[in-house]
């Protein structure tokens, strides 16, 4: 049977802390179960802590005034979510939705920061993952305000096929739906363009499946070079 102490030790963040201090976080955290559809956390609530995703999927998103959603993050088990009002308090800046089955571990702040002043080392961990969340959204800004869709569309494929041996064969996680709101678009905009790309032999799409025929003209979409035709 897998244990809460299991569960954080495989998560990249807490992975070689030693396990008396695992066992300390195991302590402090509870189990939490989600259906797909269920909020999890909204944008101004008040942030009582953060969750470690254990199984499924949660998207974290933001919705405009006229209801546009914009999904900044999909996140996947091991990965920590909700984490940013950690130090500072307040409230969440986005908010967080089960997209499939989910189950999360909660660390309830309060507990969290009091462990943090006994064992300082997990706050180095902590703003390691703060440091390369922080790349990770600039990237997001530079994209959405600088290259078009179909550079969004090639830098993300990029980005998900070094999940995968070779970076060639590689399927979607998540809905075209969803994909098209990571990349700030709409999934009519997005099936045209994945249509674009199998026309000109960049890739070929079977459902949720991507194969990468062309990396090189992936790679100068991704830069924002030549363009589709």
Known sequence: ????????????LFNGLPAQQIGELAKICLEQS????????????????????????????????????????????GEIAGEVPVFTGG??????????????????RTSFMELVEREPTI?????????HRLRRFTH????????????RLAAHLIYLGERYPGGQTLELEIT???????LGTIPETLSRI???????????????????LDREALESLAAGGK???
Request: charged fraction near 25%; hydrophobic fraction near 40%.
């Open 34 to 77: 989600y259906e797909k559809g269920r909020e999890i956390f909204s944008e101004g609530d008040s942030a009582e802590g953060f969750y470690l995703v254990t199984s499924g999927k949660i998207k974290v998103y933001k919705l405009s005034f006229e209801g546009k959603e914009q999904i900044l993050h999909i996140f996947d088990a």
């Open 1 to 12: 049977m897998t244990t809460k102490a299991d569960e954080i030790s495989k998560c990249p």
């Open 176 to 182: 075209k739906t969803q994909l098209a709101s990571l």
């Open 227 to 229: 363009g589709l035709a």
């Open 194 to 212: 994945l249509t674009r790309m199998a026309q000109q032999g960049i890739l070929t799409v079977e459902g949720r499946k991507i194969r990468v």
């Open 140 to 151: 997001m800004i530079e994209d959405l305000s600088l290259k078009d869709v179909p550079g």
């Open 91 to 108: 409230s969440y800046p986005a908010s967080a939705q089960a997209i499939e089955p989910a189950r999360t571990l909660f660390f309830p």
């Open 123 to 131: 706050a180095v961990s902590l703003l390691a993952l703060l440091s």
